[in-house]
């Protein structure tokens, strides 16, 4: 059948179910990274984020997926960033 037909569309959505859980293991990466650097900064003194580094982060989004990469960027900012507070971890994904 064509990927019009009810089995094309099942393909179709099976491949876009494992890129949604490749997106997942990639944003878990990408909050483990960023929890090391925020230890790092914290560490030294300094804040939990960088307003700079997040406006270039946004930038890159918007640059590759035009104006709505601005929401996904802030979602995934905000999911690395992680909860505020000593002994306060965020959810993980299984492998």
């Known amino acids: 059948m064509s990927a019009q037909g009810p089995s094309g569309v099942e393909e179709l959505r099976a491949g876009v179910d494992q890129v949604d859980r490749e997106l ?11 929890n090391r650097i925020q230890a790092l900064r914290l560490g ?3 804040g939990r984020y960088d307003a700079t580094r997040e406006e270039q982060v946004v ?8 104006p ?9 900012l ?3 960033r992680g909860p505020a507070g000593p002994g306060r971890t965020g959810a993980t994904l299984p492998d």
Do not use: M, T
């Open 24 to 34: 997942q293991r990639l944003v878990a990466r990408r909050r483990d990274l960023s």
């Open 44 to 46: 030294r003194g300094g």
């Open 59 to 66: 930038a890159s989004y918007v640059a590759a997926l035009g």
């Open 68 to 76: 709505d990469g601005a929401e996904l960027a802030a979602a995934v």
């Open 78 to 80: 905000r999911v690395c």
